[in-house]
Nanobody, 126 residues
Framework: VQLQASGGGLVQAGGSLRLSCAVSGFSLVNYSIGWFRQASGKEREGVACIDGARGSSFSTDSVKGRFTISRDIASGAVFLQMNTLQPEDTANYFC????????????????????WGKGTLVTVSS
């Protein structure tokens, strides 16, 4: 099982980025995938999650209306489209696999995720 996040970079406030999480060793139909972020000196935060079987998606309040999680089952990729980025979105972004197909009520804690990929850094300048 492997997950690899990519697509981070430097962007001005108000700009957009699209992160990708390439997965291997399992099917996206059978497991949920979450995006998390951790800013310097802060705790990890759940950003968005997508269910395996139905593709239902969830996001934390601070990114609702700006970030969208999606997936391509055939290619084994999960995406995080981030629009209207703000300096407070600056963080290292990680993707992780859930223990089952459903994100669950506590997905934002990340405690149930069983595999994590290396992060990709997003820096938003003001």
């Amino acid at each position: 099982v492997q997950l690899q996040a990519s697509g981070g970079g430097l962007v001005q406030a108000g700009g957009s980025l699209r992160l990708s999480c390439a997965v291997s060793g399992f099917s996206l139909v059978n497991y949920s995938i979450g995006w998390f972020r951790q800013a310097s000196g802060k705790e990890r935060e759940g950003v968005a999650c997508i269910d395996g079987a139905r593709g239902s998606s969830f996001s934390t309040d601070s990114v609702k209306g700006r970030f969208t999680i999606s997936r391509d089952i055939a290619s084994g990729a999960v995406f995080l489209q981030m629009n209207t980025l703000q300096p407070e979105d600056t963080a290292n972004y990680f993707c992780a696999r859930g223990p089952r197909w459903k994100c669950g009520r506590r997905w934002e804690t990340g405690g149930g995720m069983d595999h994590w990929g290396k992060g990709t850094l997003v820096t938003v300048s003001s």
